[in-house]
């Protein structure tokens, strides 16, 4: 039975797996092994982990895989990628492998404007504000100097911050919109201490001006926050290639190949259905890149969707396209990454990510991610427009059904084999491992 606790996050690991093991499992040892059984016999380690959220009781694995192959800009990059999904890196290091052929990815940042808000309600003149306002944002940015001036040194900062009148929205409401530059760190801490003391300022230089009557210097904040909308934190990537040369089997002639992907393109373009699943394929490869370099998939993936319905209705994050007889497959998506800061300096594997990547900036990683996007789109749409993709998929998944049935090494050899050459469904396999245990 659940009951509640008080006080929790003050007891020990092992107190808390007590209490977990003991309120909700009739198997308490066999839950406690469970947990135990993932953790790290280096301390330190352990205790890393321990500390980067608030109740830890184990560490929750995810596997670490990587897609070599990948050309951009006429480097060569071997991805990592930290996801679950079981045909997602086999579907990487493809499409990899197809346009190391064809010239490779093509890369550029567009843009790396991050964006920040301070919401507070006034209700007064509008004019009075807005002078207010001219007034107060020398103060503003010279009262986060202390928080800005290393991020200044280094060629960053605040770039502006404008008034913005909502009051047709929401009665009183106002903004401070504040576009900032955080270089190779994702800005967040960056940002909200910056928008904490602009509203601070606001506040108490509201309270001393003289212009207002009493009533408006009573301007009241109700929050300051960054925005993980980042239209103006934009990458592109892209592939090309003579359409003839997109063939690489017998099964389909590029033309074809070509003709039907650019089809399935323009249906994400305008059907938001199909969209929301073309986007997600993208996102596979995304997020598994952003998860390897600790990065925050929730931020990306927020402002990712936003940016898909960006023109009021949701959208394709690809788009394709066949002139004189050139192929190219392109996206344009907003990335707000860190290659300093967060988890980038603790985790000793995004440490390892990092470096497998060339040590990148935070733009190079901006196209490394952009490009895990459209390698994954390419992959998906590719499999969908030709053999359909439960064909790789149940052969990527056949090894999850093995493990579940507990296949030994000699098992997996065997059925692995079969399975080549037959179809792969969840029966079909229990059913082979059936046999073939009988049969021993
Ligand atoms: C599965 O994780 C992703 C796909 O559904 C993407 C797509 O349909 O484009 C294959």
Known sequence: MSKTISGFSKLSKSNKIDWIVNTYFSNTEEAKRILKQYWNNNEKLQQLHDEFIENTVTNYYLPLGVAPNFLINDTLYTIPMAIEESSVVAAASKAANFWLDRGGFKTKVISTTKIGQV??????????????????KPILIKDAKPITKNMEA??????????????????????????????????????????????????????????FSEEEKQIQIVMSILSNYVPDCLVRAEVSCKVEDLSDNDLISGEDFATKFVQAVNIA???????????????????AVILATGNDFRAVEAGVHAYASRHGKYSSLTHAKIVDGIFTFWTEIPLALGTVGGLTNLHPLVKLALELLHKPSAKELMQIVAVAGLAQNFAA?????????????????????????????????????????????????????KELRVKN
């Open 381 to 433: 749409l590719r499999s969908l427009t030709t053999t359909g993709i439960q064909q790789g998929h149940m052969k990527m998944h056949l090894m999850n059904i093995l493990n579940q049935f507990e296949a030994n090494e000699k098992e997996k050899e065997i059925l692995t084999e079969h399975f080549k050459t037959n179809t792969v469904t969840h029966s079909a396999v229990v059913e082979a491992i």
């Open 154 to 211: 280094r060629g960053g900062g605040i770039i502006d911050i404008e008034l913005r009148d909502k009051t047709e929205d929401i009665n009183g409401y106002y903004q401070l919109h504040a576009s900032f530059e955080t270089l190779d760190a994702m800005g967040a801490n960056f940002i909200n201490s910056c928008l904490e003391q602009f509203a601070k300022t606001f506040k108490n230089e509201g309270l001393l001006f003289e212009g």
């Open 119 to 136: 919401h507070f309600m006034y209700h007064g003149d509008f004019k009075k504000l807005q002078s207010f306002f001219n007034y107060v």
């Open 269 to 287: 373009e305008i059907e938001p259905y199909r969209a929301v699943t073309h986007n997600k394929g993208i996102m596979n490869g995304i997020d």
